[in-house]
């Protein structure tokens, strides 16, 4: 049973704030040992569960945050930027029989823990084929293509609750309760890692190959903040503005769809000026 882990930061344990996730500030230093907790508790349940194979893929910003040397030794990990499925590397292998989504969030303009789509600002909305879509929907839609099933999703409990709705059968853990976009109630790693680990462990019960499900094709709008932020993804082929501030694109397979939104977000982010935005 070969099981890949796609794993955020945003929605890890104690997380709350911007310099959490950042990499080089000291409350990134902090959370890392955290989030790093949250994967190995996924890790050991899936293990427990029956796992021959974990693969951790590193989802968040540089995607160098998870501390390997602490990392369970039964694990690998894929680590770094400019991979061919950003999030869900390792899917393309064609042999996962389930995928967990840990420290997942809300997506841009939701309410929720450091709620954003891909880049932290910008971005205000995301819809794929008329449904608000977080990075948890938008990778579902790639997993099913690969016959992949989402077993598990962890976050704050406003992550859980999207998650019913792309992923209905996956078990859930909420790690912290929102309060606001900068707040949450927590609980101690401890305390989250034990739910971790026996969720992990339940569904790894219900892992397996599903039939690839091919959906296309796929449309999604993107809502920028900024009308010169639409222009700049409006210069991807294939991708028209439909308004001052909002893009659509159709691609025929998921693997094109979050190619080409990877593409969108990389030419919203680097149009991004400082102050205006």
Request: proline content about 5%; glycine content about 10%.
């Given at each position: 049973?070969?099981?890949?882990?796609?794993?955020?930061?945003?929605?890890?344990?104690?997380?709350?704030?911007?310099?959490?996730?950042?990499?080089?500030?000291?409350?990134?230093?902090?959370?890392?040992?955290?989030?790093?907790?949250?994967?190995?508790?996924?890790?050991?349940?899936?293990?427990?569960?029956?796992?021959?194979?974990?693969?951790?893929?590193?989802?968040?910003?540089?995607?160098?945050?998870?501390?390997?040397?602490?990392?369970?030794?039964?694990?690998?990990?894929?680590?770094?930027?400019?991979?061919?499925?950003?999030?869900?590397?390792?899917?393309?292998?064609?042999?996962?029989?389930?995928?967990?989504?840990?420290?997942?969030?809300?997506?841009?303009?939701?309410?929720?823990?450091?709620?954003?789509?891909?880049?932290?600002?910008?971005?205000?909305?995301?819809?794929?084929?008329?449904?608000?879509?977080?990075?948890?929907?938008?990778?579902?839609?790639?997993?099913?293509?690969?016959?992949?099933?989402?077993?598990?999703?962890?976050?704050?409990?406003?992550?859980?609750?999207?998650?019913?709705?792309?992923?209905?059968?996956?078990?859930?853990?909420?790690?912290?309760?929102?309060?606001?976009?900068?707040?949450?109630?927590?609980?101690?790693?401890?305390?989250?890692?034990?739910?971790?680990?026996?969720?992990?462990?339940?569904?790894?019960?219900?892992?397996?190959?599903?039939?690839?499900?091919?959906?296309?094709?796929?449309?999604?709008?993107?809502?920028?903040?900024?009308?010169?932020?639409?222009?700049?993804?409006?210069?991807?082929?294939?991708?028209?503005?439909?308004?001052?501030?909002?893009?659509?694109?159709?691609?025929?397979?998921?693997?094109?769809?979050?190619?080409c939104f990877k593409a969108v977000t990389t030419l919203i982010g680097n149009a991004v000026e400082a102050d205006y935005g």
């Amino acid at each position: 049973m070969r099981i890949l882990i796609s794993a955020d930061m945003e929605g890890a344990t104690g997380v709350t704030w911007p310099a959490d996730v950042t990499p080089g500030t000291e409350q990134w230093q902090r959370c890392r040992a955290m989030f790093t907790s949250d994967v190995n508790a996924a890790v050991s349940g899936f293990f427990a569960g029956g796992a021959t194979e974990v693969l951790v893929n590193e989802a968040h910003a540089t995607m160098r945050n998870l501390l390997l040397e602490r990392l369970d030794e039964r694990a690998a990990m894929i680590t770094g930027r400019h991979k061919d499925l950003s999030m869900v590397e390792g899917l393309q292998r064609g042999d996962v029989d389930g995928v967990a989504f840990l420290g997942y969030h809300s997506g841009a303009g939701a309410e929720g823990v450091l709620a954003h789509t891909y880049l932290p600002n910008s971005v205000t909305g995301v819809w794929l084929e008329g449904e608000p879509a977080d990075e948890g929907r938008l990778n579902s839609y790639v997993a099913a293509e690969y016959g992949a099933p989402v077993l598990l999703v962890t976050g704050d409990d406003r992550a859980c609750i999207d998650a019913a709705a792309y992923a209905p059968d996956a078990h859930t853990v909420a790690v912290k309760q929102y309060v606001s976009r900068y707040a949450a109630l927590c609980r101690p790693p401890g305390a989250t890692a034990a739910d971790i680990s026996e969720a992990a462990e339940a569904a790894a019960a219900e892992a397996g190959r599903i039939e690839p499900e091919h959906r296309g094709p796929l449309t999604v709008e993107v809502e920028v903040d900024a009308a010169h932020l639409a222009g700049a993804a409006a210069l991807v082929p294939g991708v028209e503005a439909v308004g001052p501030r909002r893009v659509r694109y159709t691609s025929p397979t998921a693997f094109e769809m979050i190619r080409c939104f990877k593409a969108v977000t990389t030419l919203i982010g680097n149009a991004v000026e400082a102050d205006y935005g």
